[in-house]
């Protein structure tokens, strides 16, 4: 696969271990960047229908096995949408495409950037570990010095738990297409209404 070019002047610095990484201070030129993994199944259906939902901000969408993490500097707000998988599925990097981006993701840094996570799960099949995914992308985006945004209310969901729960509330938008795909518009209509004001800044 041809490999992207890298967007961006970008001041690269070493440290000590020889890691490359961005200087935080790199400048964003675009507004709204969703990114997504994997293609071509719900995770993919729900990333268009967001980007279609907010085309008044023009944004871009991105599946991550295209580009790199260097990809999210270009933009001041991020829009994430992955999926919830077991613990043993998450580190088989065949698996999904976000397992091998993460640590990627460790060498840049987010500073004045928002970003708002969709996380899909399974609440029947997974009720312990339900879009536990969501967390385990939330907790790098907040090690990276990223402004997490579009936190969700409980009380519309059932399940056991989650690690993307964070004093008693999803730190983004939960949802299930498998058992609830009915209520997914609506859940992406409110939710985009409350963090709308904060992605136009």
Known sequence: MKKE???????????LEGNYLIDKEHKATKRLGIFYAPSGGSVHKVARLIKQKLVDLQPDLFVISD?????????????????????????MEQKDPWSSFLPK??????????????GLGDHVSYPNNFVDGMGILGQTIGEIGGQLIGETETRDYIFNDSRALQEGKFIGLPLDED???DKTEDRVDNWLERIRPELKK
């Open 67 to 91: 580009v790199t993490p260097l990809r999210l500097l270009d933009y001041h707000n991020l829009i994430l949408v992955c999926s919830t998988l077991g613990r043993n599925t998450w580190e």
């Open 179 to 181: 058992y609830e795909a």
């Open 5 to 15: 070019n890298q967007p961006g002047n970008y001041q690269l610095k070493a440290d």
């Open 105 to 118: 993701m460790l060498r840049i840094r987010l500073e004045g950037r928002k970003v708002a996570i969709v």
